[in-house]
C-alpha cells in the first residue's frame, strides 16, 4: 500500500469507527429529563422584625421550584396580612405558617389581643361565669351590683357591652368547643366551672372593670353568637325594684308587630257608622277591629266611602316603620329662556313606633306628614306643555301630627283631620290641589268633600 492510500484511508475507516460508536450509544441516552415544577409562594420583600403585624407592602410573590418548598408555605398574602411574625423574617425569605402567630393565640395570648386593646383577667365562679358554657371568641356583658355604701343606694349596672373573651380557666375539659354539628352543650361531668375569664377591652373599660370588681360584684352575661347591637344605659335600684317589680315592662326584643294599615276616603256624615267617637277632625281608638272593615266596606257599596290602599307593615319592637303614598309633580324653574325641569315630592308619609310588653296592650308612636301641592299653571304655556310645565311656583304645605297611643290588642286606631283645604277668599274650596299620587287621588277629596282617614290595627306576634 502505499503512501497515499494510506494517508486517505486511515481517516476514513477512524471517522466510521466513531461513527458508529456515537450510533451505539444514542439509544441508551433515553428523553430529557422534564423541567422542575414552579409554585407560587409568598416571600418577605424585607426583613419584619419579630412581633411585628404584617402588612401587604412587606410581601412579594414568588416563583420556586415545589420541591425547594415545604407543605406549610403561605401562597397567598391575603393568609398573611394582619398576623404577626412570631420570629424575624430575613428578606426573600419563604413565609411559613407556623412561623405566623393569629388570633389563635398559639403563640401565646399577647398575640391574640387586637390592637388597640388590652387584656384584662376577672375572677369568677360557676354563676358568675355562665356555669362554664364561656369558650375564647365568645362575646360578653357585664354586671356589676354595688352596696349603698358604695354607690348611695344598692343598684346594679349594665357597665360594659360586647367585650370579646380571649380565655377562659375551665369549660370543657381540655378548653375545647363541642364538636362541628353539635347542637349545644348538654350539662354533663365534662363541664367545668370556670375561675377566671380574660377580656379584651381598651384602657378605659378595664379601669371601670377593675373598680367594679373591687367594689363591687361582678357577672358575666353570654351574648348570642350572631352580632347584636348593644342595649345601652341599663340600671336597676333596690327602691325602684321594690316599687315597680309588678309592673316593669318585660320587654321581647325579638317580639314582631304587624300593623294593617287600611287608607281610606270617607264621606263626612257618615264617619259615626265607623264608631263611637269617629267624627271630622277627630282621632279615636275604635273597639272590634273587624266592624270597622266591615262598616268601610258597606260605606264603600253605598258610594260613601271609597279605600284608597291597604298595606301590611311589619316592626320590631321600639323600632319605627315607615308606610310611604308619595308622588313627585313637575314644574318649570329659572329664568325666563333658562329654565329647567325640576320635581316636587307630595303625598302621604306614616312612620309608627310600637312598643310592646308582656300585658295585653300596645303603645303606638305615630308620626303622619301629607304634603300638599298647589299652584296656578304658567299663564304663558301652551296646554299641551302644561302636562310638564305643571306649576309655576309650587306651593307646598305640610300637615303633620304626631301622638302617643295606647291600644288593646282587640282596637284599632282611627286617624281623621289629615287633610283639609282651605278655602279661597270667595270661601270655594281651593283648586289644583295635589294631595295623593294617581291612581289614588280623587276630586272629591281634593275639594274637600271626603274625609281623609287612616285605620291601624296592630296585632303582636312574639317571635
Known amino acids: 500500500m502505499t503512501r497515499l492510500m494510506r494517508l486517505v484511508l486511515i481517516p476514513v475507516f477512524l471517522g466510521l469507527a466513531a461513527l458508529g460508536v456515537v450510533w451505539r450509544l444514542a439509544p441508551a441516552q433515553g428523553p430529557r429529563a422534564p423541567a422542575a415544577e414552579a409554585v407560587q409562594v409568598v416571600v418577605a420583600s424585607r426583613t419584619i422584625p419579630a412581633r411585628t403585624r404584617i402588612e401587604v407592602d412587606m410581601l412579594a410573590l414568588k416563583s420556586v421550584p415545589r420541591e425547594l418548598t415545604s ?18 423574617l430575613l428578606q426573600g425569605e419563604i413565609l411559613l405558617k407556623d412561623r405566623l402567630a393569629g388570633a389563635d393565640g398559639l403563640f401565646g ?86 375561675t377566671s375569664v380574660t377580656l379584651a377591652v ?17 357577672r358575666l352575661m353570654l351574648r348570642p353568637a350572631v352580632r347584636e347591637k348593644d342595649l345601652g344605659p341599663v340600671e336597676v335600684t333596690t327602691a325602684a325594684f321594690r316599687t315597680q317589680a309588678a309592673s316593669l315592662a318585660s320587654y321581647e326584643y325579638k317580639s314582631q308587630i304587624r300593623l294593617k294599615l287600611t287608607l281610606a276616603e270617607v264621606d263626612p256624615g257618615s264617619l259615626g257608622s265607623l264608631g263611637p267617637g269617629a267624627r271630622p277632625g277627630v282621632s279615636a281608638v275604635l273597639e272590634v277591629p273587624d266592624a270597622v272593615a266591615e262598616a268601610l266596606d258597606g260605606l264603600a257599596s253605598r258610594g260613601l266611602a271609597r279605600v284608597v290602599d291597604r298595606a301590611d307593615l311589619i316592626a320590631m319592637n321600639r323600632e319605627f316603620v315607615s308606610y310611604r303614598l308619595e308622588g313627585e309633580y313637575p314644574y318649570r324653574a329659572g329664568p325666563e329662556g333658562q329654565e329647567v325641569t325640576t320635581w316636587q315630592d307630595y303625598g302621604l308619609e306614616v312612620q309608627v313606633r310600637p312598643e ?33 310645565s305643571g306649576l309655576d311656583a309650587p306651593l ?22 289629615l287633610f283639609r283645604p282651605e278655602p279661597t277668599k270667595d270661601g270655594a274650596a281651593q283648586a289644583g290641589l295635589h294631595v295623593l299620587p294617581p291612581p289614588y287621588a280623587s276630586r272629591e277629596l281634593e275639594r274637600g268633600e271626603t274625609e281623609l282617614v287612616l285605620v291601624i290595627v296592630p296585632e303582636a306576634d312574639p317571635r
Open 71 to 88: 407543605a406549610g408555605a403561605v401562597s397567598r398574602k391575603e393568609d398573611a396580612v394582619g398576623k404577626v411574625a412570631a420570629t424575624t
Open 109 to 194: 395570648l399577647a398575640y391574640a389581643v387586637p390592637p388597640g386593646l388590652r387584656a384584662i383577667t376577672v375572677g369568677v365562679n360557676e354563676v358568675a361565669g355562665v356555669a362554664g358554657h364561656l369558650h375564647a371568641g365568645d362575646r360578653v356583658d357585664v354586671l356589676a351590683t354595688f352596696t349603698k355604701e358604695v354607690a348611695g343606694e344598692e343598684k346594679t349596672v349594665l357597665i360594659l357591652e360586647d367585650l370579646p373573651v380571649l380565655a377562659c380557666t375551665g369549660a370543657l375539659e381540655g378548653g375545647s368547643r363541642p364538636s362541628k354539628g353539635a347542637v349545644g352543650v348538654q350539662p354533663s361531668s365534662e363541664v367545668k366551672a370556670p
Open 202 to 218: 381598651t384602657p378605659e373599660e378595664g379601669a371601670v372593670l377593675a373598680l367594679a370588681d373591687e367594689r363591687g360584684t361582678i
Open 356 to 388: 310592646a310588653y308582656d300585658q295585653p296592650f300596645i303603645d303606638l308612636e305615630l308620626w303622619l306628614g301629607l304634603r300638599v301641592l298647589g299652584a296656578a299653571p304658567r299663564p304663558h304655556a301652551p296646554a299641551q306643555e302644561l302636562a310638564l
Open 396 to 417: 307646598g304645605r305640610l300637615h303633620s301630627a304626631q301622638a302617643v297611643v295606647r291600644v288593646d290588642l282587640h282596637e284599632a286606631v282611627l286617624v281623621t283631620g
